[in-house]
């Protein structure tokens, strides 16, 4: 049982889209796009297109750089309502772009709302896609960004509406 969450993003409190960047595969010669915006009604909306052609295959926003402590929690919670795609939830600890990418993949329904639980030590340490087996831990106490990735060959267009992001805490009785 959850016994205590911190609110990290909440769309429906007028939080700006601006606070979000893209970073698709062009950065390699892909050709997908993505987009981050809010929606009437609150919602932050990861939207685009996702294209193999070139050699690309991914599309990803992610927050502007922070420092957030996270240590007295357990993990992170979602309410995402999505396409039927499968989707990436990535922390990172560095602040340049290039570093290891933190993830776990879920899998969302088309056009239901879903609260998606994730403990810290579900997530994997990975670079440009590959997993890296010798990274260090996930350090909650330095969390400097999060964001959404779509990849998998999953080409078309994608959608996914995101409610809110908080950080949980297990009841320990």
Known sequence: ????????????????????????????????RSAFGVAAG???VFEGMLSLEQGG??????SRPAEIDLSPYDGVEIRVRGDGKRYRLRLRTETYPGGVAYQVSF??????WQLIRVPFERFRPTFRGRAV?????????????FGWMIADKQ?????????????????EG
């Open 1 to 32: 049982m959850v016994s205590k969450t911190l609110t990290l993003f909440d769309f429906s409190e007028g939080m700006d889209g601006k606070a979000w960047v893209p970073v698709d595969d062009v950065v390699m010669g892909g050709v997908s």
């Open 42 to 44: 609150g919602m932050g």
């Open 57 to 62: 295959g991914f599309a990803s926003i992610r």
């Open 107 to 112: 899998e969302t329904q088309a056009g239901v």
């Open 133 to 145: 087996p010798d990274a260090p831990p996930l350090d909650v106490s330095s969390i400097r960004s």
């Open 155 to 171: 080409a078309g267009a994608f959608r996914l509406e995101i409610d809110w992001v908080r950080a949980y805490a297990e009841d």
